[in-house]
């Protein structure tokens, strides 16, 4: 009796334990860094990452704790994969044309005129634009899981002195560029391109070290290129993209239930900044004349000349990128609504 009755309370005492050390393992924390090299002006952009960090650490009762650090305070933008593939920081929101050096498949987001619209990026990435080999590449060269993907505004032309409306309007002109792909049309429509981050165009601009840029809008407010530029041209050269990735090592070694929450709360992010987009383009045109800058539409004979004379941008990138014509075919696809 004595030794049925000890072993039920040495049974006991194991059982406890066991709840003891799945309660500890439940409630174990984790704590996550954030880099990204934008600013908070970069509102439609740093808002939905904001959103994204409060509401996973919402859901998850307070094991998850992100930390921000935002404008550049760790990295910049050509060098925030490499810190994320190191471990140096835990998550990163980088744009496809900074990270399309060392991934150059990522370049189809600044391809010139190959990507209609935001609508048109948001078909082509949900059908598995990612899945053709970027994903993989992250994964297996960069050590990154991809957690969500949302829109920039589209590229559009700002130059400093007279306005581009033509290809022609090209020629004798620096252009500060992202990426290659970029960097390639503006050569080849007769401009002279020339690396810049973001951070850097305000200072060029005014010293008139540049004379032109195609960015999107959020960077000519972000940036307050309204105070040194005095054209502005519409012309949708291109749609990059904010790609939120995390450290595959850390991602890898949190439970599942966070993982899923992280999986979870980056879809709404990238909702979020979808719907953010439409209605910053509308503010940042407004800003943009309040503060005298002239806007310019250019007309679709002169977008069809561009987009002709770049076409050899995009056949120079196929060739080169592994599926480079399953990525093509896949932006054909998705071109139209079905």
Known sequence: MEKTMMRAFQT?????GLVAASGASAAEKYELSISTYLPPSYEYIFKPLESFAKRAEEKSQGRLKINIFHSGQLFDGYEELAALSRGDIDITNFSGSYAGGSIPALNIFTLPFLLNDMPHLRRAVEKGLLDLGIKEELASQHNAVILGVAPFDPYELYSRTDPVLK???????????????????VQLLGGSPTGMSSSDLYLSFDRGVINATPRPLITGMGRSLYEVVKHLSLVNLAVDTSILVINKSKFDALPKDLQDILVESAKERDA???????EYVKVALKKFEDNGMKI??????AREEMKAKTSQAITEWAAQVPNGQAYLKMVAETASPN
Do not use: Y
């Open 12 to 16: 006991l005492v194991i059982a406890l």
């Open 167 to 185: 290809a022609d309007d090209f020629k004798g002109k620096v252009w500060a560029t992202t990426s290659a792909t970029d960097a390639r049309a």
């Open 272 to 278: 979020d900044q979808f719907r953010r987009v439409d």
């Open 296 to 301: 310019h539409r250019i007309s679709p004979e």
